[in-house]
C-alpha cells in the first residue's frame, strides 16, 4: 500500500496545481492592459463631424474623459449605446469616440437615428490608432484623466453598473474631494478606488 | 465494367481533397521583396497571438485586425526593425499575452523552470528505481540461497 502513497501525494499536488492555475487564469475577454498608467498614445484623426478640425490626443488634456471605441458593424456597441446616452446625461465625464474601422456616412446614421452621446468622434478608417491603444475587440471603454494618463480600461459594452463600479469611484476619487488645506494637491490621480 | 457508386464517391473526394490543397492561404499579402524579410515576417507572424481568437496566430487569423497586425509586422520589418523591436511594439500595445513564447524574465522563471525541475525529480526518481532492481538482481544472481523470495 505504501509504494502508492507518494505517487498518489504527487498526483493531487500536480491536480491542486492546475485547477489553482485555471481559477486564477486572467479572464481572456478583459485582459489587462499594458496602457494602465502611461500616457494615451498620441494620434491625430479626422473628426466626423467637422472635417476642418482633427481630434488629436490634446483634446484629452486638461480634463477627465471617457474614450469609447465603437464601429456601427460591432452588435456590442448597439447593446451599449443607452448606457453611454446616459453618461452624457450625467454631464460629469465628457464621451470622446473613436470609430473603428467604420464609413463615415454608417456613423453618422447611427448617431442620428439612435443619438449621440459623444463630444467629438475621430474616425479610424484604417485602425492605426486602435492598434496603439492595444484595442482588439470593440467596444473599448478608457477612463483618461486630466494629464493625459490612461487610469481603466473596460472590454466589452459599457453599462451604467459598470460606469458606477469601475469608472465613477476613480473619477470622484480625485475631482469628488475638496482638497484639504495644507494637503498638497498632487495625489495620484490613477489611484484606484480604496483597493 | 461498372465501379460502384461510392468508389467514385471516394475518388472525387480525394481529388478534390487534391485540388483543395492546403488550407493555408488566409494571409493574401504578396511575399515580401527580400527572402530574409519574408522569412523574419513569417516567423513573426507565427509567434504572435491574434488577440481576438487568442489560439490562433496572426497567420492564421480571418479577421480584420489579424491582417492590420500582419500590415504593421511587415512595415516594421521594411522600416528596418529588429524581431525584438517589433515583438516589443506589440508587447506594449497587447501585453505579453500577444507572444506564444512566454519571454525569459525573473517573472515568467518558475514558468520556464518547472519543465526542468519535473524532468529532474523524473530522473532522479528513474535511476533510484533501476538501481534498486539492478541491486535486487546482483543479490539474486550472488546469493540466490539466503535471500529468496520464495517463502
Known amino acids: ?195 | 465494367m461498372k465501379l460502384p457508386g461510392w468508389v467514385c464517391g471516394l475518388a472525387l473526394l480525394c481529388g478534390g481533397l487534391v485540388i483543395a490543397g492546403p488550407a493555408d492561404a488566409v494571409d493574401t499579402s504578396p511575399p515580401l521583396p527580400n527572402p530574409q524579410l519574408q522569412q523574419r515576417y513569417y516567423a513573426l507572424t507565427h509567434e504572435l497571438r491574434c488577440m481576438q481568437c487568442q489560439s490562433e496566430a496572426l497567420a492564421d487569423s480571418q479577421v480584420s485586425l489579424a491582417a492590420d497586425l500582419r500590415l504593421q509586422v511587415r512595415e516594421l520589418l521594411v522600416a528596418g526593425q529588429t524581431d525584438d523591436q517589433i515583438r516589443d511594439h506589440m508587447v506594449a500595445r497587447y501585453g505579453e499575452f500577444i507572444l506564444f513564447r512566454p519571454r525569459m524574465t525573473w517573472r515568467n522563471a518558475w514558468l520556464w523552470a518547472t519543465p526542468a525541475v519535473l524532468m529532474g525529480i523524473g530522473l532522479v526518481v528513474g535511476w533510484r528505481i533501476v538501481r534498486a532492481r539492478a541491486r535486487l538482481s546482483d543479490s539474486d544472481e550472488s546469493g540466490s540461497k539466503g535471500e529468496s523470495l520464495d517463502p
Not at chain 1, 490626443?57 to 446616452?85: F, I, M
Not at chain 1, 475621430?122 to 470593440?138: M, Q, S
Request: aromatic fraction near 8%; include cysteine; charge should be neutral.
Open chain 1, 1 to 195: 500500500m505504501n509504494r502508492f502513497v507518494l505517487p498518489l501525494a504527487a498526483f493531487v499536488l500536480l491536480l491542486v496545481v492546475l485547477l489553482v492555475g485555471l481559477k486564477r487564469a486572467p479572464d481572456k475577454n478583459n485582459l489587462p492592459s499594458p496602457l494602465i498608467g502611461k500616457p494615451v498614445p498620441q494620434f491625430t484623426l479626422p473628426n466626423l463631424f467637422d472635417t476642418t478640425q482633427p481630434l488629436s490626443s490634446e483634446a484629452l488634456k486638461g480634463h477627465w474623459s471617457l474614450v469609447n471605441v465603437w464601429g456601427t458593424w460591432c452588435v456590442e456597441c448597439r447593446a451599449e449605446h443607452a448606457a453611454l446616452l446616459q453618461i452624457k446625461q450625467e454631464a460629469r465625464v465628457p464621451i470622446i469616440g473613436i470609430d473603428w474601422k467604420d464609413q463615415d456616412e454608417d456613423a453618422l446614421t447611427w448617431l442620428a437615428q439612435l443619438g449621440n452621446p459623444y463630444e467629438r468622434v475621430g474616425t479610424d478608417h484604417e485602425g492605426r490608432v486602435a492598434i496603439d491603444w492595444g484595442v482588439y475587440g470593440a467596444p473599448e471603454s478608457f477612463l483618461i484623466n486630466p494629464s493625459g494618463t490612461v487610469v481603466y480600461k473596460h472590454i466589452g459594452a459599457m453599462t451604467s453598473q459598470v460606469w458606477q463600479r469601475e469608472f465613477l469611484p476613480r473619477v470622484s476619487a480625485t475631482i469628488g474631494k475638496p482638497v484639504m488645506p495644507g494637503v498638497p494637491a498632487s495625489a495620484p490621480a490613477a489611484a484606484g478606488p480604496g483597493a
